[in-house]
């Protein structure tokens, strides 16, 4: 079964080498979801009709396919809901407010930086001298993306201050989010029970804001290709916090976090081809700055 056979590598060198897969898997459809709450449609009604969708897909994962959780994992999934609710309403705050090429690298650049920081004090982790050098190198890569848009935008000035401190608070609580899941999945026996309840258990309360709150803004909306939309969200959301989890659970969740940030590079490009931001030549060099990081990080261990 697919759960022992992670329980069988977790700790080992086979590990590691999935878990680093799975970071970078969880970097480039993170930043799917990213723009695709970030489209055409409200922030909010957008996460609002993907977790929807998670709430269906998690449902019968949940309720038939694993073991229910053991009795120490309840309040677990409660703070996970706790602090997931914050960092959405965050989020789709911010991407209210601000340009997707601009709020993104600041959310992605706060929340490694302040992840490595909790994974050392949580699970005693320590980055050489070589993967800090690393760390430095991938955040200016990331701080300088989001500096260059902010030169450059063109629209959204006026709400760009709330904007980015509403990204650096993101960030906060994607460290806070980061850390705290990992250790969730680790208190699990089987991580697949976590994933499984944790969806389940987080799906509904944007869904349940928006239709006490917001109910107006799904007026005049084409609803068909919003659930479309709402459906291709939910898949990546499995796939993108379900990969990064079970990173974290495989090997080091500093390590898991920072290559996760890659994302950004492929935000920036998702923004030019898909989101019709214009990427140069020098944010190109920002975004191999962060490549570049994330391989110092990967190698200098």
Same mark, same amino acid.
């Given at each position: 079964?697919l759960?022992?056979?992670?329980?069988?590598?977790?700790g080992?060198?086979a590990?590691?080498?999935?878990?680093?897969?799975?970071?970078l898997?969880?970097?480039f459809?993170?930043?799917?979801?990213g723009?695709?709450?970030k489209?055409?449609h409200?922030p909010?009604v957008?996460r609002?009709?993907?977790d929807?969708?998670?709430? /269906?897909?998690?449902a019968?994962?949940?309720l038939?396919?694993?073991?229910w959780p053991?009795?120490h994992l309840?309040p677990?999934?409660l703070g996970?809901l /706790?602090i997931?609710?914050g960092?959405?309403c965050?989020q789709?705050?911010?991407?209210?407010?601000?340009?997707y090429t601009?709020?993104?690298?600041?959310?992605?650049g706060t929340g490694?930086?302040?992840?490595?920081?909790?994974?050392?004090?949580?699970?005693g982790?320590?980055f050489t001298g070589?993967?800090w050098a690393?760390? &430095? /190198?991938l955040?200016?890569?990331?701080?300088?993306?989001?500096?260059?848009?902010l030169?450059f935008?063109e629209?959204?000035?006026?709400t760009l201050?709330?904007?980015?401190?509403?990204?650096?608070?993101t960030?906060?609580f994607?460290?806070l989010?980061t850390t705290?899941?990992a250790?969730?999945i680790?208190?699990?026996?089987?991580?697949?029970t976590?994933?499984?309840?944790?969806?389940?258990v987080?799906?509904?309360?944007?869904?349940l804001?928006?239709?006490?709150?917001q109910?107006?803004?799904f007026?005049?909306l084409a609803?068909r290709?919003?659930?479309?939309r709402?459906a291709?969200?939910?898949?990546?959301?499995?796939l993108s916090?379900?990969s990064?989890?079970?990173?974290?659970?495989l090997?080091k969740?500093?390590?898991?976090?920072?290559l996760?940030?890659?994302?950004t /590079?492929?935000? +920036?490009?998702i923004?030019?081809?898909?989101?019709?931001e214009?990427?140069?030549?020098?944010?190109?060099?920002l975004m +191999?700055l962060?490549?570049?990081? &994330?391989?110092?990080?990967?190698?200098g261990?």
């Amino acid at each position: 079964m697919l759960t022992e056979w992670v329980l069988a590598i977790e700790g080992t060198e086979a590990g590691h080498n999935v878990a680093l897969g799975l970071a970078l898997l969880a970097a480039f459809l993170h930043a799917v979801f990213g723009a695709l709450q970030k489209g055409r449609h409200d922030p909010w009604v957008s996460r609002a009709v993907i977790d929807v969708w998670i709430f /269906v897909l998690a449902a019968p994962l949940a309720l038939f396919a694993v073991p229910w959780p053991e009795a120490h994992l309840w309040p677990i999934l409660l703070g996970a809901l /706790v602090i997931h609710f914050g960092y959405k309403c965050l989020q789709a705050a911010a991407y209210t407010r601000g340009a997707y090429t601009v709020v993104y690298p600041v959310v992605r650049g706060t929340g490694p930086l302040f992840t490595v920081f909790g994974a050392y004090l949580l699970f005693g982790e320590a980055f050489t001298g070589i993967q800090w050098a690393g760390v &430095a /190198v991938l955040l200016c890569g990331i701080f300088g993306l989001a500096a260059y848009n902010l030169a450059f935008l063109e629209t959204d000035r006026a709400t760009l201050r709330p904007a980015l401190w509403l990204a650096v608070a993101t960030g906060l609580f994607v460290a806070l989010y980061t850390t705290y899941d990992a250790y969730g999945i680790r208190a699990s026996s089987d991580p697949f029970t976590f994933l499984a309840w944790f969806f389940f258990v987080t799906s509904l309360d944007i869904p349940l804001l928006v239709a006490l709150r917001q109910r107006h803004k799904f007026a005049h909306l084409a609803l068909r290709p919003l659930m479309i939309r709402g459906a291709m969200g939910a898949v990546i959301a499995f796939l993108s916090f379900g990969s990064i989890m079970l990173a974290t659970r495989l090997d080091k969740v500093g390590e898991a976090a920072i290559l996760r940030e890659t994302s950004t /590079v492929f935000a +920036a490009l998702i923004g030019w081809l898909f989101l019709r931001e214009t990427v140069g030549p020098r944010r190109m060099a920002l975004m +191999a700055l962060i490549a570049a990081g &994330a391989v110092i990080v990967e190698f200098g261990g």
